[in-house]
């Protein structure tokens, strides 16, 4: 049962990535850019000097605050470099101007959105996406194009595989799961877990399969495995096979939507086990749809807004500032980090050339962001500590660390 929910998951889905990536291939080659990376148009300064950078995100759909709260911290680094001048590159000063697109979160539009932005808006470079599945989908155009991206908070370790021209400023998923694991095990005591993942989600099969390693490496059971598919309503007949194993506590490796319902159907059957997920429960829409039934339940995540350190908390009182009294989540640190690794990777190439980009991004070292120091290493990635918050009174509250 439980081995064939894995191969299952795995087919189903690889079949998509290379639907979502064919499409993408299609587009490329339709257009007059060929397939050669040229670096000569893209990425140019415009008529005014300005630099246009892109943001491809859900800035609609069940994940909606994943895009919307992502484009927020980028607006913020742009708002905040524009007004000491713009990105300095060999003593002249250039505007950034930031160009969104909304992917709904599906991976079969990042290909559209991602072309767009390079062809249409000459971007320097892209930000995004947020979810794994869909930057799987949008990294091969960037990659074909020679055209630098960055995604903030994709997990899993394959986005930056794609190519040279893929970077994140997040942890991997073996260490979230690692994190997530060691939590259940050291803190909580926990010795039987149950897992309940999304087969269609290439993070929540990563982070599943890693929360699994790293649990019973440390002595603990998984006394269930079980899987369903994104935007599913009944989550009844996985949540009973659950309870039936008496499991301490269910590992959930989803997005939050899906979680606040899991959450509230499991209260109502009865099921009182705190849950456990990864940085995808991140969301002011976990508590706001999960109420009652999420409360004391934990997810790692890249920082906690109640963290007491000078750049956490300027950064929280400047974005609130901007946005409406709204505290910034995971998300919005993070795209605000990337947004900034980026233009002082510009600064430091002195160019917007897409080959000079890329080895000024990957050189980035010890840069200090608002969730934590960024190192790019050799596989593009960042190596970073991961914290893990408690969900109290419909907030997330720092409640451990969890170091690399
Ligand atoms: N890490 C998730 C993924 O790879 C995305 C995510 C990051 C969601 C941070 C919320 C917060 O799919």
């Not at 930031?98 to 072309?115: F, I, N, R």
């Amino acid at each position: 049962m439980h081995a064939r929910a894995n191969v299952t998951s795995v087919l189903s889905f690889s079949r998509s990535a290379l639907l979502a990536a064919g499409v993408a291939l299609a587009v490329l080659s339709g257009c007059d850019r060929g397939s050669t990376p040229s670096t000569g148009t893209t990425g140019s300064t415009g008529a005014a000097g300005d630099i246009v950078i892109g943001h491809y995100g859900s800035l609609t759909g069940a994940e909606a605050t994943f895009g919307l709260s992502t484009d927020n911290g980028i607006r913020l680094a742009v708002e905040e470099i524009n007004a000491a001048g713009g990105v300095n590159m060999g003593g002249k000063s250039h505007k950034i101007v930031l160009k969104s697109e909304d992917t709904e979160g599906k991976p079969e539009k990042a290909g559209t959105v991602v072309t767009k932005l390079i062809t249409a808006d000459k971007v320097a470079a892209v930000i995004g996406e947020v979810a794994s599945s869909v930057t799987l989908a949008g990294a091969p155009v960037a990659q074909q194009f020679g055209v630098p991206m960055i995604t903030p908070s994709s997990t899993n370790p394959q986005c930056t595989a794609v190519g040279d021209m893929i970077f994140r400023v997040c942890f991997i998923d073996p260490f979230q799961g690692y994190a997530c694991a060691k939590f259940a095990a050291s803190d909580l005591k926990v010795k039987q877990a149950a897992i309940l993942f999304d087969q269609a989600s290439a993070y929540s099969v990563g982070l599943k399969d890693e929360f699994e390693k790293n649990f019973t490496k440390l002595g603990g059971q998984i006394v269930a495995v079980e899987a369903y598919t994104k935007g599913e309503s009944n989550f009844n007949p996985l949540l009973t096979k659950i309870r039936e194993t008496g499991a301490e506590l269910l590992f959930i490796p989803g997005y939050y939507t899906d979680v606040a319902n899991i959450a509230l159907q499991a209260r109502k059957l009865g099921m009182t086990m705190p849950l456990l997920g990864g940085d995808g429960w991140d969301s002011s829409d976990l508590a706001k749809n999960g109420g009652a039934a999420i409360e004391g339940s934990f997810y790692s995540n890249h920082y906690a807004s109640d963290q007491p350190t000078p750049e956490i908390q300027s950064f929280v009182r400047k974005y609130k500032e901007k946005f409406g009294g709204e505290t910034p989540d995971g998300l919005a640190a993070l795209g605000y980090d990337a947004a900034r690794v980026l233009f002082d990777a510009m600064q430091r190439a002195g160019t917007t050339d897409g080959a000079k980009l890329r080895d000024a991004i990957a050189s980035t070292k010890d840069f200090k962001g608002v969730t934590g120091t960024i190192s790019i290493n050799e596989k593009r990635d960042a190596v970073k500590p991961a914290v893990i918050v408690e969900m109290k009174g419909g907030k997330p509250v720092f409640r451990a660390r969890v170091e690399p």
